[in-house]
C-alpha cells in the first residue's frame, strides 16, 4: 500500500514540475512575443494586442507563445530556385538576385501574425509580383538611347532609379497592407539570359581586342615617331654642320681673292684631284 502512495507522490511531483515548467517562457532579446489562450490572443484593456518584451515572464500552463522578432528581417531571393525572373519590355527575359529588408511594427504584429497563414511566403509571392510588373513597364524618357542599348542595358545603367522605384513601389503597396516597415530592397544582380549573356561577353572580347591593337598600332606608330623626329635632327645637324663649313669655305676663297694667290690654290688643288684619280679624261673646247 506504501509503495502506491511512493509511486502516486512520485507522479504527481513529476506532473507538477512539467507543469511549473510550462508557467513560464523566455524572450530572447530583440523579440517580443504574443500569448494566444485557447486560440485566443490576450489583449490590453483598450484592446490592442498584449506583448511581452526580453526577459522571463509567467504564463498560464495552457497560453501558447508566439515569438517575433523585433528587429531588421531580410528575404533573399538568389541563386537559381529563389531568383527571380522577369521579362522586361523589350521581351528580354531577366533574372535577379535580391533582398528585401523589413522589420514588422507595433500596429502590424497582429496582421502579421493572424491574418496571413505563412506571412513570408505571402510577402515574398506579392514583392515578385510586384516586382515583375515594375520591370515590365520601366524604360527611359530617351526612345532611341534606349532602342540603342535595350531593355538590359538601360536598367543595368539606370539601376539606382530601379532600385528606388521598386522600394517605392513595395512600401506603398505592402506596408500598410501587411505591416511592415521597409527600409530598403536591393537588387544585389542582374543576369541577361544565356544568349545575351555569351552576345555581350563576345562583343567585351571583340572590344578587349580592338584595344589591344590599338594600344599596340599606337605605341608602334610613337615609336615610329620617335625615330623620325631623331633622324630629322641627326638630319638638321648634318645640314648646319654642312652650311658652316660652307660658309668657311667661302671666307678662306673670299680671302684669297683678295690676296690674289685664288688661282694659285685653285690650280694647285685642281692638281692634287688629278694625281689623285685613275682615270682622266681631257676634252678641247672650241
Request: with cysteine; charged share 25%; aromatic share 8%.
Amino acid at each position: 500500500m506504501s509503495s502506491i502512495w511512493i509511486g502516486f507522490a512520485a507522479g504527481l511531483l513529476l506532473f507538477l514540475g512539467l507543469l511549473s515548467q510550462r508557467c513560464w517562457f523566455r524572450v530572447e532579446q530583440g523579440h517580443q512575443a504574443v500569448i494566444t489562450r485557447f486560440g485566443r490572443a490576450l489583449r490590453q484593456p483598450n484592446g490592442r494586442l498584449q506583448t511581452w518584451g526580453p526577459g522571463l515572464h509567467v504564463k498560464s500552463p495552457f497560453d501558447q507563445v508566439l515569438r517575433q522578432s523585433s528587429m531588421d528581417c531580410s528575404i533573399e531571393l538568389s541563386g537559381e530556385r529563389a531568383g527571380t525572373t522577369a521579362m522586361a519590355k523589350d521581351g528580354t527575359v531577366l533574372r535577379f538576385d535580391s533582398y528585401l529588408r523589413y522589420k514588422v511594427t507595433d500596429d502590424g504584429l497582429e496582421r502579421w501574425l493572424f491574418e496571413l497563414t505563412r506571412p513570408i511566403e505571402h510577402t515574398t509571392g506579392v514583392f515578385t509580383c510586384l516586382l515583375r510588373n515594375e520591370i515590365a513597364r520601366f524604360s527611359d524618357d530617351h526612345s532611341d538611347a534606349e532602342a540603342t542599348e535595350g531593355s538590359y542595358g538601360l536598367i543595368v545603367r539606370e539601376r539606382r532609379r530601379l532600385n528606388d522605384r521598386i522600394a517605392e513601389f513595395a512600401k506603398q503597396e505592402m506596408s500598410e497592407r501587411y505591416g511592415l516597415e521597409f527600409h530598403a530592397v536591393d537588387l544585389v544582380d542582374i543576369l541577361p539570359p544565356d544568349e545575351l549573356a555569351k552576345a555581350l561577353d563576345a562583343v567585351m572580347h571583340a572590344r578587349a581586342e580592338a584595344e589591344t591593337a590599338f594600344a599596340r598600332g599606337e605605341a608602334v606608330a610613337a615609336r615610329r615617331l620617335l625615330s623620325a623626329e631623331h633622324g630629322v635632327e641627326v638630319a638638321r645637324q648634318h645640314a648646319e654642320a654642312a652650311e658652316i663649313e660652307i660658309r668657311e669655305l667661302g671666307e678662306f676663297l673670299k680671302q684669297l681673292e683678295r690676296t690674289g694667290t685664288l688661282d694659285a690654290y685653285v690650280s694647285h688643288r685642281r692638281a692634287e684631284i688629278i694625281s689623285q684619280s685613275k682615270t682622266l679624261f681631257l676634252g678641247s673646247v672650241s
